[in-house]
Every structure is written in C-alpha cells, then in structure tokens.
C-alpha cells in the first residue's frame, strides 16, 4: 500500500484546492522541500500551509538557501577549498620531511650512514625548526602588533640561527630527489595495500601502475559517495515507508480489534449457554458420585444383621410413636373439653397441679427417709 501512494506521489499530480486560493500541485511542492519530512496527507489537510510552500519554493532551492546566498555559500566554499589546498600542500610537504628526517634517525642508530647524508638531514631539520619559529614569532593579521614577542625574539634573530649558505644550497640541490624518492616508496606502498598482488612486479610496472592509481581512486571515492548518497536517500524513503507502514498497520489493528470485539459480544450468550450447561452437568456428575460413596460407605458399615436389628428396632420405635400419638390425641380432647369451663378450672387445675406436685415431693421424701431408718 506504501508503494502504490509512492507511486501516486511520483507517477502524476495531485491537486488540493484551498479556501479561496486557486488550484496548486503537491508534487513540485514535495520535490522543492526534500529535506522535510512531509508528505500528501500533511499538504492535503493543510491547503493554506501547502500554498505558502509553493510560493516560497520559487524564491529558494532544494536546500532552503535564497540565490543570493547560494551564490555566496558557493564563493566561500571555493576560497575555502583554494586555503585547504594550501595548507594541505604545506602540511603534506611538513611531514613528508620530517618522515625523512625520523627515518635517518632509524638508520643511523642501526647502521653506519654517510657524512654527507647525515649533514643533509640535520640541515633539512635545523631549517625546518627555524621556519617554524620564524612563523610563530611572524604577528598574524588578526594578532594585536602591540603583543610583545615570544621570549623577546624578533624573526631576524631567529633566522641568523640558519645554516650555513653553502650546506642550505647543497641541501636544495639533493632535496627534490630526495623527496622524489621518499614519495616513489610512499606510492608503491599506497599501491601494494590497494592492490597487494603488484607487490612483487618490476619498478616499470608499478610506475606505470602508478600512473592510472590517481584516477582509479578518483573513481573509488566517486563511487563511494555515490553509494553514500544512495543509501541516505535509501534511509530517507525507508522511514516514509516504515511511517506508512506503520499507520496502516495501526488502521488494521484498530479494525480487527472492533471485530473481535463485535465477535466477543455476539459469541459471549451462547459461550455462557454452553458453559452453564457443562456445569450443570459437572454438578449432576459429582452429586452421583457423592451417593455412590455414601452407598458403599453404608454397604461397608452395616452388615445383614445390623440392618435386620435395625428394622425391628425402626418397627418399635414406630410403634410407640403411634401409641404416643394416640395418647397426645386424646390428652388434647380432655384439654379441649376442659377448656370450656373458663378461667376458674384454670385455676383449680393449676392448684391441683402444685398440690399433686407437693404429693410427689413429699413421697420421695418419705421413701427416702424410710430407706436411711432401716
């Protein structure tokens, strides 16, 4: 789906009409601002934003620069580059000759060199020690000319520090074959780790290898930036897709979330259905096993004969409830039958209860007595 809006984007164009405002293109408006992160929705929802882009996409370029500017950003850079070439050119000079000079030093720890290349090389390192203190003692243009001198020496006094004529005439005749030698040995170097198999061939080879090297890493640097180009533009379009992505995958959750919901709401009644009747049905199971154990509980407790004297006893006990009954149902007809002589019988029965009560008392009494006198 990302693909074919970017496709949309890039293969026509597409209109947005603001209030009152005409009628303005979004793809020239997207291609003048590559380096926002905008996009067709944000131009569509707002027209009025969109017209202000267009309009001032025709007063700057791609990198929001006015022609004014460009022109002198471009000025500075190409003075900028003149100065780094210089400097460059000095400072790749400098330490090629004190490369040399820390290579005669090696050599001559480790073996016996020439007079004349000895004072070749302390003639290189006292002249290039004195240059650097004349260029430090020499007051810079933005250097305040009041400022005193370091440790009170002027260039002139430095410079009387120079060698003699005639070894600083010697050492310029033999330096540019020196410094010839020294970056011949520095570029078969270059070219053995670029191209380690042009190690071993004759000097005539690598120097004519040497020839096309300049040019081959040219290209190499190139292709190098070219490939650095394409994969920012790479990154660049694999963020818009992966905002795409992920709001269209934010969409598609969202739907699947309303139907598993409206899914949830319609399956939950006969979800719950069929769960009561699992458990109604658990239930019956457990109360059928609960009996079954009470069962065997009793079959293993009461043998025949407990059960036989079981009955007779149920029998007599029955028995007596129903003589029991028939005595309660008569003693409730004398109660029934008595009541209708009123409160006075109520009377003369409850002292005939506390009369016949003291009877009792004073017969247990008597029969207790009677027992100690014997």
Known sequence: MCQMRHRRLTGQHICVEPKNAGIFFILPVLASFPLC?????????HPLFCKLLATLSQHVD??????????????????LQTQRLSWLCSESMYRL????????????????????????????????????????LNPSATASQDQPPVLGL???????????????????????????KHLKKKCFSVLSYYQPEWEDESEGLKNMKLSHLSGLLERERKRAESLKEK??????????????????????????QSLILDHRLKA?????????????????IIMQKIRAEMLEIQLDTYTADTISAHKKIREKLETELNASQLEKQSVECKLSSFEIFGKEFEALAEEYSRLRQEIDTKSWALKEFSQHTD
Not at 70 to 77: F, I, N, S, V
Not at 100 to 121: G, L, N, W
Not at 165 to 179: A, I, T
Not at 231 to 256: F, P, V
């Open 97 to 136: 000759l004190q490369e040399m000079i820390q290579e005669h030093c090696v050599r001559k720890h480790h073996s016996t060199v020439a007079p004349e290349d000895d004072t070749f090389y302390e003639t290189v390192e006292q002249c290039l020690v004195v240059a650097q203190c004349v260029r430090q």
């Open 231 to 256: 994969s920012r533009e790479s990154a660049s379009l694999l963020q818009r897709q992966t905002h795409c992505y992920l709001s269209e995958l934010l969409g598609c959750i969202q739907i699947l």
């Open 154 to 180: 002027s260039a002139q006094q430095v410079l009387e520090l120079m060698p003699q004529e005639q070894d600083v005439w010697k050492m310029k005749q033999r330096l540019p074959r020196e410094l010839e």
């Open 62 to 79: 791609r990198t929001g620069l006015t022609v004014t500017l460009k022109r002198e950003l471009e000025k500075a850079e190409r003075d």
């Open 268 to 284: 939950q009644k006969e979800l719950d259905r069929k769960k009561i009747d699992y458990f109604e049905a658990k239930c019956e």
């Open 37 to 45: 992160q905008l996009t067709e929705e944000d131009l569509t929802q």
